[in-house]
């Protein structure tokens, strides 16, 4: 599997903001996964090959995915960070050009790359 480059954790208050990069080249759809210990790993944004985003509903308006190609890479800007935030990121793609539905969040297998991880831990 190959690994792709990311960064930005760290530790917030709650209502601070943080933005996770990923490098990724030659990919055509993206997403952001995370894991909080004792739990399964749970979608949190994608970013289709035709531009369509999809947010899991517990970061919606709070967190949007976005992505440079002239840098090849992408990012999860997260704002309004809470406690229950806290958990390991993890960034993901796919060359496989796809629309996603909803279904994405739950169906990691689809992203044949993946981040090592990157720890966000928020305090109240």
């Known amino acids: 599997q190959v690994k792709l480059l990311e960064s930005g954790g760290g530790s917030v208050q709650a209502g601070g903001s943080l933005r996770l990069s990923c490098s990724a080249s030659?990919?055509?759809?993206y997403g952001w996964f995370r894991q909080a210990p004792g739990k399964q790993r749970e979608g949190v944004a994608t970013?289709?090959?035709?531009?369509?985003?999809i947010y899991a509903d517990f970061v919606q308006g709070r967190f949007f995915i976005s992505r440079d190609n002239t840098e090849n890479t992408f990012y999860l800007q997260m704002n309004s960070l809470k406690p229950d935030d806290t958990a390991m990121y993890y960034c993901?793609?796919?060359?496989?050009?796809?629309?996603?539905?909803?279904?994405?969040?739950?169906?990691?297998?689809?992203?044949?790359?993946w981040g090592q991880g990157t720890q966000v831990t928020v305090s109240s």
């Open positions: 030659g990919y055509q759809s």
């Open positions: 993901a793609a796919t060359a496989v050009p796809m629309r996603f539905g909803r279904t994405i969040l739950t169906s990691p297998t689809y992203f044949q790359s």
């Open positions: 970013l289709d090959s035709v531009q369509h985003t």
